[in-house]
């Protein structure tokens, strides 16, 4: 169990020194493969308890869905069926979708309902 940031730090750079060795990656029967294997559970139990990773906002996720399909804001005003000043606000953060919106946002862009819904 890590037990401090120091520890985490010290157990991060002993990680990249064996991953520099790529027999430590590719060989279960390496020495260093069962240690970096070993770490790399204890960093991932440490991160998962005190840097989680947090859900994207919903303005995130659309600028992700933009960017991924090549649409401009009026682009995707016309695909889902608002206007662009409202596809800036939700860009901006400055208003949430209706509840048909949130559902043709969710079913359109493949972005999950709890993200949308901001659950």
């Known amino acids: ?9 010290a157990i991060i750079a002993r990680i990249e020194e064996l991953l520099s060795v790529s027999e430590n990656i590719e060989n ?6 069962v240690e970096l294997n070993l770490l790399s559970d204890l ?3 440490f991160e998962e308890k005190h840097h ?3 859900p994207p906002t919903l303005s995130e996720a659309i600028k992700l ?4 399909r ?3 804001q009026k682009a995707l005003s016309k695909y889902l069926g608002v206007s ?9 953060g400055k208003s949430e979708p209706t509840l048909k919106v949130a559902r043709e946002i969710s079913r359109k862009l493949d972005i999950e309902a709890s993200i949308v ?3």
Do not use: F
């Open 52 to 54: 989680p990773i947090q």
């Open 84 to 92: 662009s000043s409202r596809i800036s606000e939700y860009l901006n």
């Open 65 to 68: 869905r933009m960017h991924e």
């Open 28 to 33: 279960p029967e390496a020495k260093g493969y």
């Open 43 to 45: 960093v991932a139990d």
């Open 117 to 119: 819904l901001g659950v």
């Open 1 to 9: 169990m890590i037990k401090s940031e120091k520890e985490y730090s």
């Open 70 to 72: 090549g649409l401009n």
